[in-house]
């Protein structure tokens, strides 16, 4: 059983940047689609961003789109997020989650495609 595990978030100032990162043990990163997703107090699972398996195909939520990036290197076993020009509004608990379906498509964007989750990581932005 795949275990992912977020790093990379803390607080930042409105404007600034991070980068998540998404690391995976039992089996390699390699072996999955990965999605982020990002969740607050009360709210619905957002979508972020996936990435497929070889790297080649992502794909984003309407409200990253520009600003925020996707990317894996699979040798070193990591997934990242990076995220730029970041606004208070984005402040929530981000996830990374490992896809285990064959194809790689718009239901990427689906909570319920991905069978395994980290246990989350917070970011803050500050005003």
């Known amino acids: 059983q795949v275990q992912l595990v977020e790093s990379g978030g803390g607080l930042v100032q409105a404007g600034g940047s991070l980068r998540l990162s998404c690391a995976t043990s039992?089996?390699?990163?390699?072996?999955?689609?990965i999605g982020w997703f990002r969740q607050g107090p009360g709210t619905e699972r957002e979508f972020v961003a996936a990435?497929?398996?070889?790297?080649?195909?992502?794909n984003y939520g309407d409200s990253v789109k520009g600003r925020f990036t996707i990317s894996r290197d699979n040798p070193k076993n990591a997934v990242y997020l990076q995220m730029n020009s970041l606004t208070p509004e984005v402040t929530t608990v981000y996830y990374c989650?490992?896809?285990?379906?064959?194809?790689?498509?718009?239901?990427?964007?689906?909570?319920?495609?991905?069978?395994?989750w980290g246990q989350g990581n917070q970011v803050t932005v500050s005003s």
């Open positions: 990435i497929n398996r070889g790297g080649i195909t992502t």
């Open positions: 039992g089996r390699p990163v390699g072996s999955y689609h």
């Open positions: 989650a490992a896809h285990v379906d064959h194809s790689f498509d718009s239901r990427c964007s689906l909570a319920y495609m991905y069978s395994c």
